[in-house]
């Protein structure tokens, strides 16, 4: 089994700035994509941003130029520093991990979720 924690959530006034981090841990041999995503009140889960193991990001438009995913592949870590926050940056936000398996089963895995607030 893989658990993903995720901390850093929190509330913050626009513009301000917040840094989430998920480390996953249990039975793993790799991990391909790491990742973050979002989902408002009454809207689906939204990419936000993702990084493979080998370091190519891939960023929703909405956050380019304001966060950065980055990762540290020997602690299984994954971040998102987020910059200039606004009102609509507000969501759950949840760690996601392609992770391959001791058992050599390639699987997702997702963390419970942190809260990000921006309040206007």
């Known amino acids: 089994q893989v658990q993903l924690v995720e901390s850093g959530g929190g509330l913050v006034q626009a513009g301000g700035s917040l840094t989430l981090s998920c480390t996953a841990s249990?039975?793993?041999?790799?991990?391909?994509?790491m990742g973050w995503y979002r989902q408002a009140p009454g809207k689906q889960r939204d990419l936000v941003a993702t990084?493979?193991?080998?370091?190519?990001?891939n960023y929703a438009e909405s956050v380019k130029g304001r966060f950065t995913i980055s990762r540290d592949n020997a602690k299984n870590t994954v971040y998102l520093q987020m910059n200039s926050l606004k009102a609509e940056d507000t969501a759950v936000y949840y760690c996601?991990?392609?992770?391959?398996?001791?058992?050599?089963?390639?699987?997702?895995?997702w963390g419970q979720g942190t809260q990000v607030t921006v309040s206007s």
């Open positions: 990084i493979t193991a080998g370091g190519t990001t």
């Open positions: 996601y991990a392609n992770v391959r398996t001791v058992a050599r089963s390639l699987v997702d895995y």
């Open positions: 249990g039975s793993i041999l790799s991990i391909n994509v």
